[in-house]
């Protein structure tokens, strides 16, 4: 399979299972919120904010994709690695479960939001939560090793089944008991069932797979941990900087606060996560021909992932911000307080600057400059806590702040410093990039946003059922998406399923 082919089916695989994550969630979230009422704000807060663990489990796997990526021609030294990050995420599991089980008996002295009623119950759930992070943190190196490969459709039809399974699960036992509790046994449950199915996968789609802790050499821990420490330093610091920002939050506010930040957050970071994916499987394929010395196709994979990234993202972050009102109303089937939709219209706003320089950051994890980008990580997370308590001394709102301190951040982060950086790091000229990657997406926002002005002006929301205008808002943003940004990319698709439907009638012929 060629390279441009193994890049779209892999990023077309995380765009579903991205979206079978964000529909299963959005669900999830409504029927959570239903029925377990005041206690939902208080599930929230501990399901959300008590991530810290992930920041190792997301480091480990990125570096586990990484070895994996540049070691896939070399069994033995591949499994050398993988059975280092296996053995120390086994280790971080434990701890994080005895971690969990210390932190439940103290839970609600720590948060206002825990009230004395559903003390137990957050004791009971924080150490659910805790085992539910062990389980996600044991998986990592197996979805890591699979993603490296680059078997992501294999990787991603594991987490699609988790997926459904927990929503199942999830329904099933509010049936019969609407409890936190309840909530946090089904996610219990699926994440076993999933590092399961990601073990057995991986052993059977990569050939000489095997974890063989005696194995292990002091080079291969040291430099696992000399990439682990840039990598768990990077994601580590975003891990951080969401979490205490929710719990920020919950500390000072209410439950209704954290529930008012929690509903608007949940789309926003969907996307977040869906432009990740996507701009995730740069990483091995960037890492693969900066190891052959391709530096020319290094930077044209970069290039045509920025173009095509970008454009997705803004036809995508232009709806949403208009009928954002409206996409949480219909899921949660009440209307939703103008508060809510404020928030989560500053939060898109903040996921923008990911959509337009998001691939800098595997890219450049591929190319192996990583010191630059641990600094730059850290000092973001940084900014935005001192920014919310800042703005959390009566300036604005309390679920206000927070929204406000990541636009800030992230955009002097990835907006400004990340393509600036990189840039320079790949000695490309900034007009020659601007040219070839965001001229074509900056000139259809622009005229998206213009004809979506001039329709509202002709066709008033308040005249016309919003179904309707949603239908006419996306098929005028794709139009001029496609017509000014993507022509050539739609023109390929059409001719590829031309051609592949062409062979397929001389065949029967």
């Avoid at 070691?71 to 994080?96: C, H, K, P, W």
């Amino acid at each position: 399979m060629s390279l441009r082919k193994r890049i779209i089916m892999n990023a077309g695989s995380n765009w579903v299972g991205m979206l079978v994550a964000g529909a299963v969630g959005l669900v999830l979230f409504r029927t959570i919120r239903h029925n377990l009422g005041a206690s939902f704000g208080v599930w929230a807060l501990l399901s959300t904010g008590l991530r810290y663990p992930m920041i190792l489990e997301r480091a480990f796997s990125l570096s586990t994709n990484r070895f994996v990526a540049f070691y896939r021609d070399n069994t033995e030294q591949m499994n050398r690695f993988v059975s280092a990050s296996f053995g120390i995420l086994m280790g971080l599991a434990l701890l994080t479960v005895a971690a969990a089980v210390l932190l439940s008996f103290f839970v609600s002295d720590i948060f206002t939001a825990i009230t004395s009623e559903s003390a137990y119950e957050a004791q009971i759930t924080c150490i659910l939560v805790g085992v539910t992070l062990a389980l996600r943190i044991v998986g990592a190196t197996f979805g890591g090793a699979l993603r490296g490969y680059q078997y992501h459709t294999r990787s991603n039809a594991v987490e699609i089944t988790a997926n459904l399974l927990r929503m199942v699960l999830t329904l099933g036992i509010l049936a019969l008991w609407k409890s936190m509790i309840a909530v946090q046994l089904a996610f219990v449950t699926a994440a076993a069932v999933s590092v399961l199915l990601m073990f057995s996968v991986a052993r059977k789609s990569i050939e000489g797979f095997k974890i063989v802790v005696s194995k292990i050499g002091k080079n291969t821990i040291r430099e696992l941990f000399r990439h682990t420490g840039h990598a768990t330093a990077r994601s580590g610091s975003m891990v951080f900087m969401f979490s205490t920002l929710v719990l920020i939050v919950g500390k000072v506010g209410s439950a209704e606060d954290v529930e008012v930040y929690a509903i608007a957050s949940l789309i926003p970071s969907f996307v977040r996560g869906l432009l990740a994916g996507t701009q995730n499987v740069f990483l091995p394929v960037i890492t693969s021909l900066n190891a052959s010395g391709q530096t020319e196709r290094v930077k044209a994979v970069i290039k045509k992932g920025t173009h095509i990234s970008s454009a997705l993202a803004c036809a995508l972050l232009i709806l949403l911000f208009v009928f954002a009102g409206e996409v949480l109303s219909i899921w949660f089937k009440e209307a939703v307080p103008s508060e809510t939709v404020l928030v989560m219209r500053v939060l898109i706003i903040s996921v923008v600057g990911r959509g337009f320089f998001g691939i800098w950051l595997p890219s450049l994890v591929g190319i192996g400059h990583l010191r630059g980008l641990t600094i730059a990580a850290i000092t973001t997370a940084v900014i935005a806590i001192i920014i919310e308590l800042i703005l959390l001394q009566g300036i604005v709102s309390v679920p206000m702040a927070p929204s406000i301190a990541l636009v800030v951040a992230l955009w002097a982060y990835m907006g400004i410093w990340l393509p600036i950086h990189g840039l320079r790091k790949l000695e490309i000229h900034p007009y020659e990039y601007l040219k070839d990657s965001l001229s074509g997406p900056l000139a259809a926002s622009l005229v998206s946003i213009a004809a979506l002005l001039i329709l509202n002006s002709i066709l008033p929301r308040e005249t016309i059922s919003w179904p309707v205008m949603l239908v006419i808002s996306a098929a005028i943003v794709m139009a001029c998406f496609i017509a000014i940004s993507l022509r050539k990319e739609t023109a390929d698709l059409i001719a590829a399923v031309r051609i592949k439907y062409g062979s397929k009638k001389e065949h029967r012929i």
